[in-house]
């Protein structure tokens, strides 16, 4: 007991000499902190929130309507044996992969708390559905920062094979196989109207919290650098990892990625002469997401009553993983695409895409996910043979 309150006194310590050093930078560095937080609502206003809430809608129709219930019927063959989990939970894998973080982990939760999907499965799920989008892939990593099609091609398909060896490395996690609720017990329908209301409201509050976290995560970022604190740990990193090729500067990237996403994959364009090394790490940072995107789906996560742990080492290895495929595909395919022409100079240039443009292609897409998720919804559910059957 008295280990346990040593513990807390020292993190409530460590917490309030943290919050005591932001105060204090924020005060040393007003003008900055105030840019940095002028080009966070930026990025929020015309990227994150059209690119985020329409897919935040759709998932929470997948499950209120009862798409992810007949979609599980058609892909539980593909689910069961390969993730080890219902086929419900395929709804969280599609829409993971074409919204972005965090919609997969949204629509994970979503499915456990309306009793689609048992806790074990909802934390296997959590190991890997939560994937970036290939908008940001493509767009953002690939033509942003490599100026090539080719090489975000397969910054992508490194990341969806990743996050399926993650997949298929939990399959047996947490206790026993798959429990799932019975089949013949009839869920009340929520009428279209209800489940769109409900929709819109909880899918607006969880934009405007991740939009906090974006604008909070950019002034954290400037006010390291500002403080030369993100220097010292990249010369300890860069010393401890010199052995692996590892230096101040690769090691300064790679701590913005850990923390930041995007601020992660910026700081990698211009690199010259090292481009293998410059894409394998651009995938750790896809598949690792960055505190930032942690924050997010903690959000999701807290109060629904599922363990972070596995989520947190899914991340981990998904970036890992990524950055080992990526590595041995430059065995085979030689990346010899210069660094050439960006879209942007710097990451505030990022939020300068137009919210029209934004909106109109997140809109566009969840809408064609959409229309395929309510012809799965409408088709007529296969009948229950014995009345007594078997829960599986």
Request: include cysteine; charged fraction near 10%; hydrophobic fraction near 50%.
């Amino acid at each position: 007991m008295r280990y346990v309150e040593v513990r807390r006194r020292v993190l409530d310590f460590l917490s309030c000499a943290g919050l005591l050093a932001v105060a204090v930078g924020l005060v040393i560095f007003p003008s900055q902190m105030v840019e940095a937080a002028r080009d966070g609502v930026e990025l929020c206003f015309n990227v994150i929130i059209p690119s985020l809430f329409p897919f935040f809608v759709l998932s929470s129709l997948t499950v209120a309507l009862g798409a992810a219930e007949k979609l599980g019927r058609l892909l539980a063959p593909v689910m069961r044996p390969l993730f080890n989990v219902g086929g419900a939970c395929a709804s969280a894998l599609v829409l993971g992969f074409i919204g972005g973080y965090p919609v997969g982990a949204k629509t994970v939760i979503n499915l456990y708390e309306n009793g689609e999907c048992s806790k074990a499965e909802a934390e296997r799920m959590l190991s890997f559905c939560n994937n970036s989008g290939p908008a940001f892939i493509f767009g953002v990593v690939g033509a942003g920062i490599f100026s090539s099609g080719t090489i975000g091609l397969i910054l992508y398909l490194a990341h969806m094979a990743a996050s399926i060896c993650v997949g298929l490395i939990f399959r047996n996690w947490g206790s026993g196989g798959i429990t799932r609720h019975s089949p013949n017990v009839q869920r009340e329908q929520t009428p279209f109207p209800t489940a769109f209301v409900n929709s819109v409201s909880s899918s607006f509050m969880s934009t405007l919290g991740i939009c906090g976290f974006v604008i909070f995560f950019t002034v954290f970022i400037k006010l390291l650098f500002l403080s030369g604190l993100l220097s010292a740990m990249a010369e300890v990193i860069g010393s401890m990892l010199g052995f692996i090729g590892m230096d101040v500067e690769w090691a300064r990237r790679l701590l913005t990625g850990i923390i930041e996403l995007t601020s992660g994959v910026w700081s990698l364009r211009g690199v010259s002469g090292e481009l293998t090394a410059s894409i394998a790490m651009a995938a750790f940072m896809l598949g690792w997401a960055g505190l930032s995107v942690h924050c997010q789906v903690l959000s999701f996560i807290g109060s629904s009553g599922l363990s972070v742990r596995t989520y947190i080492i899914g991340k981990f290895l998904h970036g890992i993983l990524s950055a080992i495929i990526v590595l041995i595909i430059a065995r085979i395919v030689a990346f010899d695409t210069p660094v050439a022409v960006y879209l942007a100079q710097q990451l505030g240039d990022i939020a300068e895409i137009k919210f029209s443009t934004a909106l109109r292609v997140s809109a566009i897409s969840a809408a064609i996910l959409g229309g395929l998720l309510f012809l799965i919804s409408v088709l007529p559910g296969k009948k229950s043979g014995k009345p007594g059957g078997k829960a599986v």
